[in-house]
């Protein structure tokens, strides 16, 4: 198994099957089926969890029934790779509706994964997921606060390998508070030819999702 670190955009990308571990500085991540990228001071620029994550879970609150809809509209149809910006200023709201997705998704065979900035709290830990040896119905990438993540951090999450799969539909939920890193993140997800489009959640007294 190669012990040294996987090459920022621009290197070869993991095949499926095989394992990458990496270790630097007191750090150590391992991956299958995913490529790990690291900053100067050998932590991870994020990490990538299988669904239920293992870290504090999104909170359970009112979903929308409109807004749940139209997700799961835009996760069956539409090109192989596919990212949707999901906006909107009441956090709960948010990751309510991105939680019930992500189980519902995984329900229907889905690989579900939630990416967050950094490494997470441990030193040691996996910062990439073993996806399941056989194809899934799709790979549901799913990343809050994308707006708080520096470019280049961006840029690598979207070159990682799992973005890349010929075997099964890729979507990237994108969560957000507002627009302002939208354009941005739009043209890098247009440089990977990924479709794109943008869903405003709604108010709390909005209760149809429009």
Same mark, same amino acid.
């Given at each position: 198994?190669?012990?040294?670190?996987?090459?920022?955009?621009?290197?070869?990308?993991?095949?499926?099957?095989?394992?990458?571990?990496?270790?630097?500085?007191?750090?150590?991540?391992?991956?299958?089926?995913?490529?790990?990228?690291?900053?100067?001071?050998?932590?991870?620029?994020?990490?990538?969890?299988?669904?239920?994550?293992?870290?504090?879970?999104?909170?359970r609150?009112?979903?929308?029934?409109?807004?749940?809809?139209?997700?799961?509209?835009?996760?069956?149809?539409?090109?192989?790779?596919?990212?949707?910006?999901?906006?909107?200023?009441?956090?709960?709201? &948010?990751?309510? =509706? !991105?939680?019930?997705? *992500? @189980?519902?998704? /995984?329900? %229907?065979?889905?690989?579900?994964?939630?990416?967050?900035?950094?490494?997470?709290?441990?030193?040691?830990?996996?910062?990439?997921?073993?996806?399941?040896?056989?194809?899934?119905?799709?790979?549901?990438?799913?990343?809050?606060?994308?707006?708080?993540?520096?470019?280049?951090?961006?840029?690598?999450?979207?070159?990682?390998?799992?973005?890349?799969?010929?075997?099964?539909?890729?979507?990237?939920?994108?969560?957000?508070?507002?627009?302002?890193?939208?354009?941005?993140? &739009?043209?890098? =997800? !247009?440089?990977?030819? *990924? @479709?794109?489009s /943008?869903? %405003?959640?709604?108010r709390?007294?909005?209760?149809?999702?429009?």
């Amino acid at each position: 198994m190669p012990t040294t670190p996987r090459p920022a955009p621009g290197g070869e990308p993991c095949p499926a099957d095989e394992q990458h571990i990496v270790a630097a500085d007191g750090f150590a991540y391992g991956a299958m089926g995913a490529d790990i990228h690291v900053i100067g001071d050998g932590a991870p620029a994020y990490r990538l969890d299988t669904w239920p994550a293992g870290r504090a879970p999104f909170p359970r609150t009112h979903v929308p029934a409109a807004a749940l809809d139209r997700l799961r509209q835009w996760r069956d149809r539409g090109p192989a790779l596919s990212g949707r910006w999901l906006h909107g200023p009441d956090d709960d709201c &948010r990751s309510g =509706l !991105a939680a019930r997705f *992500a @189980a519902e998704s /995984a329900g %229907a065979g889905w690989e579900v994964l939630i990416a967050s900035h950094g490494p997470g709290p441990s030193p040691v830990a996996a910062v990439a997921p073993e996806l399941r040896p056989a194809a899934p119905v799709g790979v549901l990438l799913i990343v809050d606060h994308l707006d708080r993540w520096p470019h280049s951090h961006v840029t690598w999450l979207f070159s990682n390998a799992l973005v890349e799969r010929a075997d099964a539909p890729v979507r990237m939920l994108l969560l957000s508070s507002g627009l302002d890193a939208w354009p941005a993140i &739009r043209a890098s =997800l !247009a440089g990977l030819r *990924a @479709a794109h489009s /943008a869903q %405003a959640l709604p108010r709390r007294d909005d209760g149809d999702g429009r």
